[in-house]
Structures are given as structure tokens and as C-alpha cells.
Nanobody, 121 residues
Framework: QLQLVESGGGLVQPGGSLRLSCAPS????????IGWFRQAPGKEREGVSC????????EYAESVKGRFTISRDNAKNVVYLQMKSMNPEDKGVYYC??????????????WGQGTQVTVSS
């Protein structure tokens, strides 16, 4: 019953934007730090961004700094990943995960099934 559900993925043109959402099923997100990860075909999963429980601190992979924004609305029990100026390197399956400590190398106990993001003209 502990489940995270990502939504908002799809096809976007280079330079476009998408906003991903991460919503829980069976628990409240404000107990957890949240991380966003992505995995492209044939590549290892990589951390994209993470946010602390209160949303006061965030972290981004170097490749997405200035383009992606992570945020959370604990009252609505949702975490977002706003992606702008997207390029083909941003393609992949995006996952959100919940853990105790924010950090892209931290351990995350709960993972979603992912949402597909395709960047193509």
C-alpha cells in the first residue's frame, strides 16, 4: 500500500517543458525527503534533484541546474519537478522516491514506477 505515483510525463520538443508530479498512496509525503531520478535506456539511473522534508533545501544534478526546479506542497501531499529548456539528454523514465534524508546518493525506501519522458522533434 506504500506507493508513489509519478505523472506528467510525455513527449516534448527540445526547448519545451514538462512538470512532473509525485503523489503518494498510503502515506503522507511530509515525513520524507523526496528525490527525483531518471534512467535512460542502456544507462544507469542517475539522481536529478532532491528536496528536504520541509522544502527548505534542494539539490540538483549539474546537468539540470538552472533548468529544473523541484518543489513540494505538503498541504497537498505532492512533490513537483518542473523541467524547462529540455533537451534530448533529458529523456528517460523519471522516478520519484521517498527517504529519510535528502540527497541524490541517499537511501530511498519507497519508489514509484516511473513516468516516461521523451524529448524529440
Amino acid at each position: 500500500q506504500l506507493q508513489l505515483v509519478e505523472s506528467g510525463g510525455g513527449l516534448v520538443q527540445p526547448g519545451g517543458s514538462l512538470r512532473l508530479s509525485c503523489a503518494p498512496s498510503g502515506f503522507t509525503l511530509d515525513y520524507y525527503a523526496i528525490g527525483w531520478f531518471r534512467q535512460a535506456p542502456g544507462k544507469e539511473r542517475e539522481g536529478v534533484s532532491c528536496i528536504t522534508k520541509s522544502g527548505g533545501f534542494t539539490e540538483y544534478a549539474e546537468s539540470v541546474k538552472g533548468r529544473f526546479t523541484i518543489s513540494r506542497d505538503n498541504a497537498k501531499n505532492v512533490v513537483y519537478l518542473q523541467m524547462k529548456s529540455m533537451n534530448p539528454e533529458d529523456k528517460g523514465v523519471y522516478y520519484c522516491a521517498a527517504g529519510w534524508v535528502a540527497g541524490m546518493n541517499a537511501e530511498y525506501a519507497h519508489w514509484g514506477q516511473g513516468t516516461q519522458v521523451t524529448v524529440s522533434s
